[in-house]
């Protein structure tokens, strides 16, 4: 059944919400107040079960910030507004800016303007993640005595509040190397949420913000770990393990440069999760759409019954989709950078996951997929994500979305191997990966750290295109943002942005610097004007 979802505008401070000391409507209805909560997970373990559905419920929603906003937004959709907006930030994920085209703000920077629709969704969707973790931990505080039960709700909760909060500080912050003692966001968790409540919440240092991320991924992997070897395990790939939560940090202390124990964490993540890489053969054909498939860790889990769903075409496959019905049929859909299709090689299977210059793709075998594509796809678009159940053409948008994949495990391994001085078994875990998996015939010629960095950085972007991770790694390895070359069928889309401009970082929506007390105009980014395109080149 769906979630009602209580609107924390902004912070989760609440003095723009109607309710905001009641935790949110939970799935099958009922609405808990703080007084009750502390009492949820001995009195009621559904309640508290309820509690952690309702954070990974709010991954995926039909315009839950429709009133926020005063105003219906078709990529208002939960998390996937984020991976469609950072997606079309970066230079990899190439479209048409047209009036079918959701991610056209995106596409121009316009919107980093802080009363954009894009920067209040952002903002409001990780938050509210961030409010129904916070709920959660409250509810189950730790004890030496915890049940299996609550060591897996809390431990879930930790995990969902460091994920939000690592996509916030890199998207509010340039690189923690460097940066630490800069502004990031507002730290709130179930420790102070009533002072936020009251008094509003200043930003926090990257330092601190970084800090508690890690805390929260050490501990929800001591309390997942535990609740596994107890006997607890997931429902599905919709929730957060012991192995999710692994990833994650890996993410996290690469991010940090902390190559060492980004490495031993990726390895723990691969040696500890049910996933394992998809064949060559598994991926020779359109596919990511089921988090049943066997290299998915972790993702976003659709039923049919969604409103999403329902609505035919407010939802991820409408906008990133080419073999089914929704708005890429009219945007032109989604397009590979063409320097990167370009760079690979021809007996990579991944060349398949997107049309060639004569809108040809080995991947697709039908007559009918190869009609759908003449009617809808011009080159270069890609045939990556097969439509829900392999149904070409049709209209039920249900295909799961996911967040994270065993393969980017064995790269993370890879780059941080090279960069802390093991730069053999750095290039060896590269070659043994993509030879295995992907190209037989691939050679790696990077000999350095930073050779080899660079090309994990290459292996990314083709096997992650995508799934909203191409802008971290922008981020985190100081690219500029250049589209010459790429494709954009629009001149007004060709920018160089050099690394490090104030216009790649996000700014605080204006509600909340109105809403919360403790911030004002200069506790914001630097204001920014969009950038200037430039040439175009082959």
């Known amino acids: 059944m769906k979630a009602k979802y209580i609107f924390v505008s902004c912070l989760l401070s609440a003095l723009t919400f109607t309710g905001c000391q009641d935790i949110d409507t939970f799935p099958e209805g009922d609405t808990i107040t703080s007084d009750q909560k502390e009492e949820i997970s001995e009195l009621d373990p559904e309640k508290a079960e309820a509690g952690v559905n309702a954070i990974f419920t709010q991954f995926s929603q039909y315009m839950p910030n429709k009133g926020a906003l005063g105003a219906e937004r078709h990529n208002d959709i939960g998390y996937p507004t984020i991976m469609l907006a950072t997606d079309a930030n970066g230079f990899d994920v190439v479209s048409d800016n047209n009036g079918y085209n959701w991610t056209g703000f995106s596409i121009t920077y316009e919107d980093r303007i802080y009363t954009s629709n894009e920067c209040q969704m952002i903002w409001n969707n990780l938050y509210g993640i961030i409010y129904s973790a916070n709920n959660v931990a409250k509810s189950i505080p730790e004890e030496a005595d915890m049940t299996s039960l609550n060591k897996q709700y809390r431990g879930q909760a930790l995990a969902a509040r460091a994920f939000s909060y690592f996509i916030l500080a890199q998207l509010y912050q340039f690189n923690y190397v460097g940066h630490q003692s800069d502004d990031c966001v507002p730290l709130i968790t179930e420790a102070n ?291 010459r070359g790429a494709g954009y069928p629009n001149a007004t889309s060709v920018f160089n942005i050099a690394a490090g401009s104030d216009i790649l970082l996000w700014r605080i929506p204006e509600n909340e610097i109105q809403a919360n007390k403790a911030l004002d105009a200069d506790s914001n980014n630097p204001s920014a004007a969009v950038p200037t395109p430039v040439a175009d080149e082959e």
Not at 212 to 234: F, N, P, V, W, Y
Request: hydrophobic share 35%; net charge negative; charged share 25%.
């Open 193 to 483: 949420i009533d002072e936020a409540t009251q008094n509003g919440m200043a930003r926090a240092t990257v330092e601190e913000v970084y800090t508690q991320i890690h805390a929260d991924l050490d501990k929800a992997i001591e309390l997942l770990s535990a609740a596994e070897t107890e006997g607890m395990t997931r429902k599905d790939r919709r929730y957060i393990n012991s192995s999710v939560a692994y990833g994650l940090r890996a993410r996290v202390n690469l991010t940090m440069q902390n190559w060492k124990e980004a490495a031993e964490d990726a390895k723990k993540a691969i040696d500890t999760s049910d996933a394992t890489p998809a064949s060559i053969s598994d991926v020779s054909k359109p596919t990511f759409w089921s988090m049943d498939e066997s290299d998915w860790m972790w993702g976003i889990k659709v039923a049919e019954t969604d409103e999403i769903v329902t609505s035919g075409i407010v939802n991820w496959p409408s906008h990133m989709g080419s073999l089914n019905y929704g708005y890429a049929n009219y945007s032109q859909g989604m397009q590979i950078n063409k320097k990167l299709y370009n760079s690979i090689s021809d007996t990579d299977v991944r060349k398949g996951w997107w049309l060639d210059e004569n809108n040809e793709s080995p991947n697709l075998t039908t007559a009918e997929q190869k009609e759908w594509v003449n009617t809808y796809c011009k080159p270069y678009t890609h045939v990556k994500f097969g439509p829900y159940n392999n149904v070409v053409g049709q209209s039920t948008n249900a295909s799961d979305i996911p967040l994270m994949r065993i393969e980017e495990m064995y790269l993370i391994k890879a780059e941080a191997e090279a960069m802390s001085g093991n730069t053999g078994t750095g290039k060896n875990t590269l070659v043994d990966f993509v030879k295995t998996y992907r190209d037989p015939e691939y050679t790696c010629s990077a000999s350095s750290a930073s050779d080899i960095q660079e090309e994990v950085y290459r292996q990314r972007r083709i096997e992650l295109w995508g799934e909203g991770l191409s802008w971290y790694d922008i981020m985190r390895l100081n690219k500029n943002v250049d589209r």
